[in-house]
């Protein structure tokens, strides 16, 4: 079966600071990879997604960047972070090969990010 | 554009009740695909259901159902017989061929012992 990871679970970092989360999914190939942010009791915002290695789609004009150096594994970073990047952050995946849009995306346990 | 509107910001029930959940989506497309997600306090998003927008017929999982109407643009969860651990907020979302999922806004489910 397959699994998804994150890590870390929580994370408190101050303004200014580099960001590096990491997702890793297990029991799949060639998943496609997405990175979504969900602000305090809001909805989810999908920032990145990948259907393979080195090919990386941003959603959203932003201060993070995604990059997939493995094939399961997507990493979420960003060189300087701001007040305003505090949020739940969860990685997902879903079958490769499949039409976007017909596939059903599976998401991991996320990382809690607090920026002070 | 694609669009979900879940307007039950909040539903509190006391167990064993039954409750429905709205979804009502927007879109232009005739293919296109429907889900709901549990987010449990531990922030996970659990995966519930799929529809796509050829198959109207409704589904029943346990306690959980899923009242799929075309001509309402509606996709209503229903849980029979509430429980505590049915505590969450409960996503509904569509997604269009070839576009990104969209996520409605959320509604919070809580049920009181």
């Known amino acids: 079966s397959q699994t998804i990871h994150q890590w870390p679970a929580t994370l408190v970092q101050p303004v200014g600071s580099p960001l590096s989360l990491e997702c890793t999914v297990e029991g799949t190939s060639n998943p496609n990879l997405y990175w979504y942010r969900q602000a305090a009791g809001r909805g989810l915002q999908l920032l990145f997604y990948?259907?393979?290695?080195?090919?990386i789609s941003s959603e959203v004009p932003q201060n993070l960047s995604a990059s997939r150096p493995q094939d399961r594994q997507f990493i979420l970073s960003s060189k300087k972070l701001l007040l305003s990047d505090s949020g739940f952050y969860l990685c997902?995946?879903?079958?490769?090969?499949?039409?976007?849009?017909?596939?059903?995306?599976?998401f991991g346990p996320g990382t809690r990010l607090t920026v002070l | 554009a694609q669009k979900v509107t879940q307007a039950q910001t909040e539903i509190s029930v006391v167990e064993k009740e039954d409750v429905t959940l709205d979804c009502v989506y927007e879109?232009?497309?005739?293919?296109?695909?429907l889900f709901w997600y549990k987010q449990p306090p531990s922030g996970e998003l659990v995966f519930l259901i799929r529809?796509?927008?050829?198959?109207?017929q409704n589904e029943i999982s346990g306690r959980y159902s899923w009242n799929f109407q075309k001509s309402t643009s509606s996709f209503n969860f229903t849980i029979t017989a509430s429980q505590v651990v049915d505590s969450a907020v409960y996503f509904c979302?569509?997604?269009?061929?070839?576009?990104?999922?969209?996520f409605g806004s959320g509604t919070r489910l809580q049920v009181q012992p």
């Open positions: 979302a569509l997604s269009e061929a070839g576009r990104a999922l969209t």
């Open positions: 879109t232009r497309d005739t293919t296109y695909y």
């Open positions: 990948s259907v393979g290695i080195g090919q």
């Open positions: 997902a995946w879903s079958v490769g090969g499949l039409a976007r849009g017909a596939d059903t995306q599976y």
């Open positions: 529809r796509n927008s050829f198959d109207e």
